[in-house]
T-cell receptor
Framework: QKEVEQNSGPLSVPEGAIASLNCTYS??????FFWYRQYSGKSPELIMS????GDKEDGRFTAQLNKASQYVSLLIRDSQPSDSATYLC?????????????FGTGTRLTIIP | DAGITQSPRHKVTETGTPVTLRCHQT?????MYWYRQDPGHGLRLIHY???????DKGEVSDGYSVSRSKTEDFLLTLESATSSQTSVYFC???????????????FGPGTRLTVL
């Protein structure tokens, strides 16, 4: 079982709609969760971090964490063509505190104009 | 931008040759990381450093070595490059407060390495 799993996509969403990206993780004691966006040919850039159960909003982005079900999701409201990218979920490795992160393979998101 | 540069940005080399990639940071971050990114595998940790001369292995460390003689530089060496090491290599730092979150990793621009 992979430690961090994401649907590879591609996920196609019409412009203006809500894009929903999901991630599950295997280690129940993980405490820190991150979403990165990566444009083709570029490096990953941090979008959101979340540590507590519930929702965390930042502009058009909302991260949701459910530790009991071991999943974290990212919602993008009012999707724009510029949101087309690969989104990486990352989870801290609890054996190493926050020194190490484990990444999912990413979900490719395409926003259709 | 976490003040991270990588060099070279692109490199083509031949099987069996040694290759060294450099990661340079300007903000005195303690933790530095080397990842490789391949289709279908995502980002995988090669080695990381938690201080000058303090390094540890990641999940895909075979065939790679690292060195950190100064806080600002973290070198990744492929002792004898193989075609399976063709990849995009990213350096990252762990934020230490200020404008960077303390438990978050920030990435450099990457190095595309091709081993023929």
């Amino acid at each position: 079982q992979k430690e961090v799993e994401q649907n590879s996509g591609p996920l196609s969403v019409p412009e203006g709609a809500i894009a929903s990206l999901n991630c599950t993780y295997s280690d129940r004691v993980s405490q820190s969760f991150f979403w990165y966006r990566q444009y083709s040919g570029k490096s990953p850039e941090l979008i959101m971090s979340i540590y507590s159960n519930g929702d965390k909003e930042d502009g058009r982005f909302t991260a949701q964490l459910n530790k009991a079900s071991q999943y974290v999701s990212l919602l993008i409201r009012d999707s724009q063509p510029s949101d087309s990218a690969t989104y990486l979920c990352a989870v801290n490795n609890p054996n190493f505190g926050n020194e190490k992160l484990t990444f999912g393979t990413g979900t490719r998101l395409t926003i259709i104009p | 931008d976490a003040g991270i540069t990588q060099s070279p940005r692109h490199k083509v080399t031949e099987t069996g040759t040694p290759v060294t990639l450099r990661c340079h940071q300007t903000e005195n971050h303690r933790y530095m990381y080397w990842y490789r990114q391949d289709p279908g595998h995502g980002l995988r940790l090669i080695h990381y450093s938690y201080g000058v001369k303090d390094t540890d292995k990641g999940e895909v460390s075979d065939g790679y070595s690292v060195s950190r003689s100064k806080t600002e530089d973290f070198l990744l060496t492929l002792e004898s490059a193989t075609s399976s090491q063709t990849s995009v290599y990213f350096c990252a730092i762990r934020g230490a407060g200020g404008v960077h979150y303390t438990d978050t990793q920030y990435f450099g621009p990457g190095t595309r390495l091709t081993v023929l």
